[in-house]
Nanobody, 126 residues
Framework: QVQLVESGGGLVQAGGSLRLSCVLS????????MGWFRQAPGKEREFVAA????????LYADSVKGRFTIFRENGKNPVFLQMNSLKPEDNAIYYC???????????????????WGQGTQVTVSS
């Protein structure tokens, strides 16, 4: 059974940094693209960043571009999200997700992902 577990969330002051990790069990990452999404209270879940299975291609939401970095070793566990220059508007539960199908893709839509973690809370104080 595929399971994704996120960690690394917490409370940080504005301007600070956090690194989130996503560990997969039940399957090797191998040829599956991965992504990070977030959901703030009262808002819909939104795309944050995606990485191809090779790790060579990445995609970011405009709101995090230049501040967040998604990375992984080629097809390996885990996937990371390095978050720098955090802002109060980054407050959310962050979810790791694995693509529904294998291939060297960059995916930004919710329904392109089949497996989700339970989420980790990120709180940024102003």
């Amino acid at each position: 059974q595929v399971q994704l577990v996120e960690s690394g969330g917490g409370l940080v002051q504005a301007g600070g940094s956090l690194r989130l990790s996503c560990v997969l069990s039940g399957r090797t990452f191998t040829t599956y693209a991965m992504g990070w999404f977030r959901q703030a209270p009262g808002k819909e879940r939104e795309f944050v960043a995606a990485i191809s299975w090779t790790g060579r291609s990445t995609l970011y939401a405009d709101s995090v571009k230049g501040r967040f970095t998604i990375f992984r070793e080629n097809g390996k566990n885990p996937v990371f999200l390095q978050m720098n220059s955090l802002k109060p508007e980054d407050n959310a539960i962050y979810y790791c997700a694995m693509a529904a199908y294998s291939g060297d893709y960059l995916l930004s839509e919710l329904d392109e992902y089949a497996y989700w973690g339970q989420g980790t809370q990120v709180t940024v104080s102003s």
